[in-house]
T-cell receptor, first 110, second 113 residues
């Protein structure tokens, strides 16, 4: 079956670093996406991994290990505006649809 | 920056009524999607559309749902006879190529009463 697991909620301090983990079990694999979603708004694309390793994009980095079915999103120099839900989504090989995790609600405290 | 546009932003409808949700994808994108998100729950895939036909659909996308691309710019989702459990945020998305990241519209909040 298909399963994507993320922590439900995390809290971090402004200026700090936080790592949000995602584990997945799917039939085949053709890429993992991280999206940010502020309450009441649409998801916005953050990063994409299809090969093992780290992808860096400014304050955000994402890591993938296909053999472990594991990814993480690393957010550095946290800002209050980073308070949002972070959604992990996987595309299975040959499929169009994204399979979504339930999201991790990140709370940033001053 | 190019946007996916959805209308209306909010719609309230009576149970059993038909609704049409409208989307204008990014103009040079080829792949179109509808997702829904029930309040407080995860995003769920409904359907993908490519080359003027449905390329994939989920179990949620039953006979009550249909999609259409009536012209070169619009992409619509029709729910034939709405049920209370259809109340959700409906997102349209588009991408430029298979496997590429999807750009989401701001959503239509559908409330069935």
């Amino acid at each position: 079956g298909q399963n994507i697991d993320q922590p439900t909620e995390m809290t971090a301090t402004e200026g700090a670093i936080v790592q949000i983990n995602c584990t997945y079990q799917t039939s085949g694999f053709n890429g993992l996406f991280w999206y940010q979603q502020h309450a009441g708004e649409a998801p916005t694309f953050l990063s994409y991994n299809v090969l093992d390793g780290l992808e860096e994009k400014g304050r955000f980095s994402s890591f993938l290990s296909r053999s472990k079915g594991y990814s993480y999103l690393l957010l550095k120099e946290l800002q209050m505006k980073d308070s949002a839900s972070y959604l992990c989504a996987v595309r299975e090989r040959g499929n169009y649809q994204l399979i979504w995790g339930a999201g991790t609600k990140l709370i940033i405290k001053p | 920056e190019p946007e996916v546009t959805q209308t209306p932003s909010h719609q309230v409808t009576q149970m059993g009524q038909e609704v049409i949700l409208r989307c204008v994808p990014i103009s040079n994108h080829l792949y179109f999607y509808w997702y829904r998100q029930i309040l407080g729950q995860k995003v769920e895939f409904l359907v993908s559309f490519y080359n003027n036909e449905i390329s994939e659909k989920s179990e949620i996308f039953d006979d009550q749902f249909s999609v259409e691309r009536p012209d070169g710019s619009n992409f619509t989702l029709k729910i034939r006879s709405t049920k209370l459990e259809d109340s959700a945020m409906y997102f349209c998305a588009s991408s430029g190529g298979f496997g590429q990241s999807e750009t989401f519209g701001s959503g239509t909040r559908l409330t069935v009463v």
